[in-house]
């Protein structure tokens, strides 16, 4: 029986049935699933500090100090110029955030132009374990990881190679790192959400012909009384084909795993403005109270994800503690894909996502009235060579 | 104050008002002179009396709140361990009963009236609760007559009746009850300059324009309509004498010191948020009694049908008396004596926020009656029969504390009787049926 | 717009009780039995009431700020307890605030404009021309009758006085301003009884008072210009008169609120506000939860009985009810509107059908941390068949009941199986736990559920001989209940009154009730009905307290229900 209305791909609810949403109940034949996303993270491996034997990076008040000492400041100046900090930008307190935005050459803006500095080296991760797939199909590279649950060979994630060191990219689980956590509880509450949508379910265990729909949504999520993203609410398909991408893929012993493709997400500002995967597949269970979890990776832009970070400045640097030319010249190095045909430098990078979601209602709207025309030219924002001067802010 | 002085005072208003000065020192409110006419703070003579209740739902474990001993050097039992540092002050009640006379018991109301009305009602409460006869005697001269809060959140939790039909409401927020007692009505006794303040006189002199057609209006209804508009012009007299209060010079209290607006715990049933803000209410009492605003206070700490709880469990205190099975090593209800602990160790904490108030050689304590009780002797039954009660404070030298009082049976009007005369209600007999009594428990009286 | 500022540009009448003008007849309005009418009436204002009122008169701009002395629940209604209330002086302390509170926005520089109908010669000195007006129009509005000449000339004394004190005549306003509205004239709804021509020795509301019976009872407010004109006239007094205004108002959009305040009423809407439920089990509730709930049942109501004009009974079994996202998320429903209301229509089938299955009943009437049977039950039989429930007994000995040693009973119905295998429990709550036991699909946010704890949930039972499979034939049982439309009828009367019928009214409610039947059971024809008879203004000096034989709980559904599990 179908609900009424002009809903496109909804629920339907069998007579007499309890409804499925948050009681694990066998799907009907046909059956469409939805889903709006309530975690959005990098998938990083941590089973404790032996991930980083060259040790965990430093907290942005130490780099800043050997930056300044490196820079001819005596041991106390540089301490007195730390004083305060964080301090304020234009303030008094706060004058070493100028010397600190041009410290490569002492006149460009190092976060614009990192090249403009020297590479500190960024502590990477060294360990064996990591999360996401085997983009490149080869499982002996030196690059490769092993699944930690699987323990599948050959898994690429350069990017948390880069950052997994980093201390406000590590947590133990199940709790999430710190930086992201925070990201993403603002972006929650604003940031319009992501839906999955999941039809073909002949079997819970075993389905050949699965398909998968990733879109984006017309509202942010609603919170519930503990804080947690609000399941069972209802989420309009936002028409914008940008952010609509239609997935393949088969369910082999209860986990879905959808076929490489090209993966597409607007986003936000705050955290990127538009995510754009190739290669991208999605690793989902669901829960035994209905929930996904699973993994979301693909190669992206490298110095997208970097400027994700970066275009934010000092106001990053200094309260993630990501020392952004170590960043900068470290992802570099780590990308793994898309040989620039001039260079011969890789402009992509292994990437992984944790992705966690709660069961929605997702709402297509049958009318094409507002379509919207999305902008000509590539996604992705343009590599600035530009003195910027200052920061742009996020915040 | 008689009627004259009530019509000179309202005429005097009004003749200022008609034009004269602002600054006219009004005549010193006789309440703070003894008999010399010598202000009470300044000579350091006695203080007021206080008396308050303090109340909750549910009762204790019988067999683990009864002292061993009967009579003086009593020890405090496992239960109620958390008032040992007070039992020289404290006198524990136990053995008292209601005795219902055929009529239905219902549970967590019949306790609890009989206690503080002296009846068992039918419906509803037939007779004002004892603090309000108490306030009677000792609560017509303060800003406030009582105050009255509750930990569990509704208004309606208040067990403080000025009548039959009227509840006084209980704060369920100190920050409100804070507000409404520091806030900006008032008048610092220990400030150095006071003003009458105009916009008061002029609040005061209308409102007695409201006062002044009560003649005419209680003429014009029924009989019980008359008993109900005039407890309404009561209330107006009540909030009229409160500004005659905020336009008088009040007496120097050394003990009033200034206090901060606190901030509310959540307001509701989690134990843990109810015993945070049990403490700020404490707190604000005990000054406001120091700050001579009130001789009468009331608390709930939780209601009679005790909803408090843990965060993350559906269990009631309530439901788990009834439900939860009795240990059998322990002998008791271990997740309900949880509770019970809770609440003995926050009456705790309201005796020492009294005795933290130091007045001269003595505390707040000293100069407090304190009854705190519950509603049933055994919850899981909805037994009557040997209610939890103590009796706590010096009342001011009034009584006797530090025994062990075991009643065989009597009825529970006895104790509010005998706080009647310690505070010296004049009544020689109260309750109804066999609930009347004319029996203090004379071991308290001095 | 409010009463006040549309006033403004009118003149009103003369200050003064019109005369009531008889016609011949006897001035019996209908057929129905004559009824001796039950005592006049002195009724608190409840907090709604005191806000609509403020909102009428005065305007939405006017913000009420203060907190209220709780109303109180007498014989199943508030309507009913504000009969039997008084005010406490911490309630008088809290109607001052907000009484100043409103007088200070009344008269500030932005409303004053429309509020105020006339300018002083002096904004620094007393006016008393000035001041005579607006106490006097708006006083007709807040004391429903025009004032008397002691009363006016008292205001606007005190008026003069306060401005010549504080140099301000806006200030002396808002100083009366802020007595009348603490003034028992305006906090109590007070009836005048006089002497009725038509029946020599009897007596009859004066017009005054009906007005505001009818405006209360029909639009839950104070009567508005139009009303207290007719009033005036004598109109009121008259069959065809009081037919018009009854008309005009039941016809009116805003029947719909004398609607809604009823049933919030009804309702036990009022258990709201002390109402909690723990976030970690029921994470989905939360207080916006509980408004959206409320307004769903009182749309739910108003779309079936106002606009449909359908019958009541069909409250019970409707398919169609208004969501928000918000209750979609709860109920498992998906909501296409973004914010805001849209109509949905379960399928045949499903057992979220009636307002006894939404949440403004479900979670209302359940503990904090998972459903009650019992205390469904319980309100089932009181609210909506006004049935008396006797309380449990004190003292019951409970070492009857056995002392498990394995407390996880895993569904209600198990749990409560003791209550009904014990004959000292069985008594009462097997004229609960049954009734109760046939939503517990519904969990105590609201939820549905199939299961608790892994067992699967059943919903037969019984109730008054009606046995029934599941919840849809449950609530069937309850639409067909013949007690269902009487209660109805007399609650209603019970909440124009503001007390219990008399033993008197009996044949005249039962005429009514046949009324209701033979009608279809609509409601606002039945209100309408009400409204024009003459048992609704009928007054007995005698009548006395005998129409109150109520049980008086003091906390609307919050003691006594908890008590009963």
Redesign the interface.
């Known amino acids: 029986m179908k609900l009424l209305g002009s809903y496109g791909r909804t629920f339907a609810l069998s007579a007499g049935l309890a409804l499925a949403m948050s009681t694990a109940v066998h799907a009907a034949p046909s059956e469409t699933r939805g889903y709006v996303i309530s975690w959005f993270g990098i998938a990083g491996y941590f089973g404790g500090d032996t991930d980083c034997p060259d040790g965990i990076n430093p907290m942005s008040t130490e780099f800043y100090k050997r930056e300044l000492l490196r820079l001819g400041y005596s041991e106390a100046d540089a301490t007195n110029l730390l004083k305060d900090f964080p301090g304020n930008p234009g303030k008094p307190d706060g004058e070493y955030i100028k010397i600190m935005q041009t410290r490569g050459d002492k006149k460009t803006n190092v976060y614009a132009n990192p090249e403009s500095s020297y590479d500190p080296g960024l502590k990477e991760i060294k360990g064996k374990f990591g999360y996401g797939f085997n983009l490149d199909g080869k499982t002996d590279s030196p690059i490769s990881f092993i699944d930690p649950d699987t323990g599948e060979k050959g898994i690429k994630n350069q990017y948390y190679r880069t950052l997994g060191c980093v201390r406000s990219f590590r947590a133990p689980p199940p709790q999430h790192p710190t930086l992201a956590q925070a990201q993403w509880d603002v972006l929650r509450d604003e940031m319009p959400a992501w839906l999955i949508e999941v039809s073909g379910i002949t079997d819970p265990k075993n389905s050949d012909n699965v398909t998968v729909t990733l879109s984006r949504a017309t509202d942010h999520i609603s919170r519930d009384s503990t804080g947690g993203v609000r399941s069972d609410m209802s989420f309009n398909v936002d028409p914008d084909p940008r952010s609509h991408n239609v997935l393949h893929g088969k369910i082999k012993d209860g986990v879905l795993i959808t076929e490489p493709t090209d993966i597409r997400l607007v986003a936000d500002p705050f955290l990127i403005p538009e995510y754009h995967w190739t290669k991208a597949q999605l690793k989902l269970k669901v829960n035994p109270d209905g929930t996904l979890k699973g993994i979301l990776g693909g190669y992206h832009d490298w110095y997208a994800l970097y400027w994700s970070y970066a275009s934010s400045g000092w106001v990053e640097e200094h309260s993630a503690s990501l020392d952004m030319p170590a960043f900068y010249y470290s992802i570099k190095r780590n990308a793994d894909a898309n040989p620039d045909p001039v260079t011969g430098e890789n402009r992509d990078i292994s990437t992984a996502y944790e992705i966690e979601a709660v069961p929605a209602f997702v709402i297509h709207n049958d009318d094409k009235n507002d379509k919207k025309v999305s902008d000509a030219g590539p996604v992705g924002p343009q590599r600035i060579q530009a003195n910027i001067g200052g920061i742009l802010g996020k915040f | 104050m008689s009627a004259l002085q009530r019509a000179s005072r309202r005429t005097m208003l009004r003749g200022m008002l008609g034009g004269a000065a602002v600054s006219v020192a009004l005549p010193f409110l006789d309440c703070f002179l003894n008999e010399n006419g010598t202000a009470l703070a300044a000579t350091g003579a006695q203080l007021p009396v206080a008396f308050g209740t303090w109340f909750w739902g549910c009762g204790l474990n019988p067999g683990r709140w009864e002292p061993a001993v009967v009579g003086k050097n009593y020890d405090m039992n496992i239960e109620t361990a958390a008032l040992a540092p007070y039992k020289d002050r404290i006198n524990v009640l136990s053995g008292f009963k209601v005795f219902l006379d055929g009529k239905g018991a219902r549970p967590h109301f019949t306790g609890e009236m009989a206690i503080l009305t002296g009846d068992v009602p039918r419906e509803s409460p037939n007779f004002a609760s004892l603090d309000s006869i108490i306030a009677d005697t000792i609560g017509t001269r303060t800003r406030f007559r009582s105050l009255e809060v509750t930990g569990t959140g509704k208004p309606t939790d208040s067990l403080s009746r000025r009548s039959a039909s009227v509840l006084n409401p209980a704060e369920i927020s100190p920050a409100a009850l804070y507000t409404r007692v520091f806030g900006p009505d008032f008048r610092d006794p220990n400030a150095a300059d006071f003003k009458p303040d105009p916009r008061v006189m002029v609040r005061r002199s209308v409102l007695s324009g409201v006062t002044d057609q009560r003649e005419a209006l209680l003429k014009q209804v029924g009989a019980a309509d008359r008993v109900r508009l005039d407890e309404y012009f009561t209330a107006v007299r009540q909030l009229e004498q409160q500004l005659d209060i905020q336009l008088q010079k009040p007496a120097p209290l050394e003990a009033c010191t200034a206090t901060t607006q606190p901030t509310d715990a959540e307001v509701g049933t989690v134990i843990d948020n109810v015993v945070a803000n049990h403490k700020l209410f404490a707190q604000i009492l005990a000054h406001a009694i120091a700050c001579d605003q009130t001789h009468v206070f009331n608390v709930v700490f939780g209601e009679a049908t005790s909803p408090l709880r843990r965060a993350g469990t559906a269990m009631t205190h309530h439901i788990l008396t009834h439900e939860e099975p009795t240990d059998e090593k322990l002998g008791y209800q271990p997740q309900a004596s949880y509770f019970m602990g809770r609440i003995v160790e926050s009456l705790a904490f309201y005796l020492q926020t009294l005795d933290g108030i130091k007045e001269g050689d003595g505390t707040v304590l000293d100069r407090t009656l304190l009854l705190a009780h519950s509603e049933t002797g055994f919850a899981k039954i909805h037994s009557l029969e040997n209610i939890p009660m103590f009796i706590a404070g010096g009342a001011g030298g009034r009584i006797k504390t530090g025994m062990h009082i075991e009643a065989k049976g009597e009825p529970v009007t006895r104790v509010g009787f005998t706080i009647q005369q310690a505070l010296g209600v004049p009544v020689e007999n109260w309750g109804t049926m066999s609930l009347n009594t004319s029996k203090p428990i004379s071991e308290i009286l001095i | 717009m409010s009463y006040l500022s549309s006033s403004a540009r009118r003149t009103l009448g003369a200050v003064g009780f019109a005369a009531a003008a008889a016609l011949a007849g006897c001035g019996q309005h209908d057929d129905a039995p004559v009824t001796k009418g039950g ?4 009724r608190r204002l409840t907090e709604p009431e005191y806000r609509q009122i403020i909102a009428d008169v005065f305007g939405t701009t006017i913000k009420v700020p203060g ?1 209220f ?2 109303d ?1 629940r ?1 014989n199943g209604l508030i309507a009913v307890g504000t009969s ?10 809290e109607y ?1 605030l907000t009484a ?1 509170g409103i007088a200070a926005q009344v008269v500030d520089e932005v409303h004053r404009t429309t509020l105020v109908p006339c300018t002083p010669a002096k904004a620094t000195q007393p006016d008393d021309a000035c001041a005579s007006k607006f106490i006097s129009q708006t006083g007709k509005y807040l004391f429903r009758r025009p004032l008397t000449q ?2 006016l000339q ?2 606007v ?2 008026a003069g ?2 401005a ?3 140099g301000n005549f806006y ?1 002396g306003l808002e ?2 301003l ?2 009348m509205l ?4 305006f ?2 709804r ?1 009836e ?1 009884a006089v002497p009725d021509p038509d029946h020599s020795g009897q007596q009859r509301l004066d017009a005054y008072s009906k007005a505001s019976r009818l405006s209360f009872f029909l639009w839950d407010t104070t009567p508005d210009a139009e009303l207290l004109a007719a009033a005036e006239k004598g109109d009121l007094d008259t069959k065809a008169g009081l037919d018009k205004q009854v008309d005009r108002m039941v016809n009116s959009p805003r029947l719909a609120s004398g609607v809604r305040a009823f049933f919030t009423d009804m309702l036990g809407f009022d258990g709201f ?2 109402l ?11 207080s916006q939860v509980a408004a959206d709930a409320q307004e769903q049942t009182l749309r739910t109501l108003t779309d079936l009985l106002v606009t449909n004009k359908g019958d009541y009974r069909d409250i019970f079994t409707t398919r169609k009810t208004y969501l928000t ?2 209750l ?3 109920y ?5 509107t ?1 914010a805001g209301w849209e109509a949905h ?1 379960y ?1 045949e ?2 057992p979220r059908a009636s307002i006894l299955t939404e949440i403004s009943f479900v979670a209302l009437h359940s ?4 459903s009650s049977p019992t205390i469904r039950g319980k309100a089932v039989r009181q609210v909506f068949l006004c049935q008396k429930v ?9 070492t009857m009941v056995q ?3 394995n ?1 996880n009973f895993r569904t209600a119905r198990a ?1 409560l199986g003791a209550h009904i295998n014990q004959p000292t429990c069985a008594g009462c709550h097997k004229i609960m736990d049954p009734v109760g036991l046939a939503m517990e699909n519904f969990d105590s946010a609201g ?5 608790e704890n892994d067992a699967p949930i059943t919903t037969e039972g019984e109730i008054d001989g009606i046995k029934f499979g599941d919840t849809l034939g449950f609530i069937k049982a309850v639409h067909d209940h013949p007690q269902t439309p009487v209660c109805l009828v007399n609650r209603l009367y019970s909440f124009g009154v503001g007390r219990g019928s008399t033993k008197d009214e009996a044949d005249w409610l039962n005429y009514q009730e046949k009324q209701f039947a033979d009608g279809g059971f609509k409601v606002p024809d039945l209100m309408r009905r009400i409204a024009t008879s003459s048992a609704f203004y009928r007054v007995s ?1 005698s009548a ?2 005998e129409a109150s034989n ?7 559904n ?3 229900m ?2 009963s ?1």
């Open positions: 005592p006049v009436s002195l907190r002395e709780p109180v007498d039997k209330v008084s005010v406490a002086g911490t309630g008088i302390e001052d100043r002691t009363e008292t205001f004394k005190d006085e306060s010549g004190k504080l200030s100083n009366t802020s007595a603490v003034s028992p004239q906090l109590f007070e005048a506000t002390a909690a439920k723990d976030p970690t089990i029921y994470p989905k509730y939360n996202r918000l979609g998320s709860v498992g429903v998906p909501v296409k973004q229509v399928d089938g499903d503990h904090p941390g998972r006797p309380d449990p007994p004190g003292n019951v000995k409970f002392d498990t040693h407390p749990r939820s549905f559920r199939s299961t000096a006395g307290n109520a049980s008086f709980s003091m906390a609307g919050g003691n006594q908890e008590a599990k």
